[in-house]
């Protein structure tokens, strides 16, 4: 069973820091690209960036919202991925998932809540 | 920025068809995905490539595109059905996008 279990959420104030992590079981991680996706209360989905695998570059790509702010980062060897977020600001607040988007399944996990408070 | 634009809601009665379309300059080079996500609940991809249904999803949901504008129908609706449902595709660079999202609401 695939499993993605996000870790690191709570509450900040605005301009600090948090990292999040997400931990990957039940698939080959070092194939997968890996994204971060957020959803603010009572919105929509936000694709935050995602990250590809070695072979494909490892290049990393960013939502233009966080861009400059936000790194994401994969540790192979004990198959995580990370988003470490700088110059929070109260627009950042949201439940964020860590996501594999292939297709004909797309694997979720069940989020961690960031909270930046003014 | 490149954008998808979803109508926000659609409201249908028991039995009769949802239409939830998405618009978007690219869909006319990337694919649609649709996700279907309920209260408390992580989406759930229900549609891929613009057309294919995965497994385990109900034959009563289908998708099509048409130049630049993507389209998820729900047949024969069910009270199952209403949850918020989401359009996914990529830009010309390949960053992914969603939708802003349009609820079903079941009459």
């Known amino acids: 069973e695939v499993q993605l279990v996000e870790s690191g959420g709570g509450l900040v104030k605005s301009g600090g820091s948090l990292r999040l992590s997400c931990e990957v079981s039940?698939?080959?991680?070092?194939?997968?690209?890996m994204s971060w996706v957020r959803q603010a209360p009572g919105k929509g989905l936000e694709w935050v960036g995602r990250?590809?695998?070695?072979?494909?570059?490892?290049?990393?790509d960013y939502a233009p919202s966080v861009r400059g702010r936000f790194i994401i980062s994969r540790d192979e060897s004990k198959n995580l991925m990370f988003l470490q977020m700088n110059s929070l600001k109260t627009e950042d607040t949201a439940l964020y998932y860590c996501?594999?988007?292939?297709?004909?399944?797309?694997?979720w996990g069940q989020g961690t809540r960031v909270t930046v408070s003014s | 920025s490149y954008e998808l634009t979803q109508s926000p809601s659609v409201s249908v009665s028991p039995g009769q068809t949802a239409r939830i379309t998405c618009s978007g300059d690219e869909l006319t080079k990337q694919y649609a995905y649709w996700y279907q996500q309920k209260p408390g609940q992580a989406p759930v991809m229900v549609i891929y490539?613009?057309?294919e249904r995965p497994s385990g999803i109900s034959e009563r949901l289908s998708g099509s595109t048409s130049g630049t504008t993507a389209t998820l129908t729900i047949s024969g609706v069910q009270a199952e059905d209403e949850a918020d449902y989401y359009c996914?595709?990529?830009?010309?660079?390949?960053?992914?996008?969603f939708g802003g999202g349009t609820k079903v609401t079941v009459l």
């Open positions: 039940g698939l080959p991680f070092n194939n997968a690209w």
């Open positions: 996501s594999i988007l292939t297709s004909p399944v797309a694997f």
């Open positions: 996914q595709s990529a830009d010309s660079i390949g960053a992914v996008v």
């Open positions: 490539k613009d057309s």
């Open positions: 990250v590809k695998t070695e072979s494909d570059g490892g290049t990393i």
